[in-house]
C-alpha cells in the first residue's frame, strides 16, 4: 500500500516535471563575473542543472556531517561488544565458596 502511494506521487512529479519543461523553452544567455559567457540553453535545462547540483551537495554536506556520528557509532558498538564479553568472562568466574581449600 504504502509503495504505490510512492509510485504515485513520483508519477505526479514527473508530470509536473514535464509540464514545466514545456513551458519552460526559452533559451537564456548566462553570463558569469568575469566576462565569461556560456552557450545560449533552455531555461528548463539550467533550473534543473541547478536543482541536481544543490540536491547534490546537500546530501555530500548530510554525509560529510554525518561522519562524526557514525565514528562514534562504530566507537560505542565495540566497546559495547568488549563490555559484554567482560561480563560473560566475569559470570564464569568461580565464586569464592566454590573455590577448594
Do not use: C
Not at 565514528?71 to 577448594?100: A, C, F, G, M, S
Amino acid at each position: 500500500m504504502q509503495n504505490s502511494h510512492h509510485i504515485i506521487l513520483l508519477l505526479f512529479l514527473a508530470g509536473l516535471s514535464a509540464l514545466f519543461g514545456a513551458a519552460n523553452q526559452v533559451e537564456v544567455e548566462l553570463t558569469i563575473p568575469g566576462g565569461w559567457i556560456l552557450p545560449r540553453v533552455p531555461l528548463v535545462e539550467l533550473l534543473f542543472l541547478f536543482l541536481f547540483a544543490g540536491y547534490a551537495l546537500g546530501l555530500l554536506a548530510g554525509v560529510l556531517s554525518n561522519r562524526k556520528y557514525r565514528r562514534l557509532n562504530d566507537h560505542l558498538l565495540l566497546q559495547n561488544r568488549d563490555l559484554e564479553q567482560e561480563v560473560i568472562n566475569l559470570r564464569n568466574l568461580p565464586l569464592e565458596k566454590d573455590l577448594p581449600y
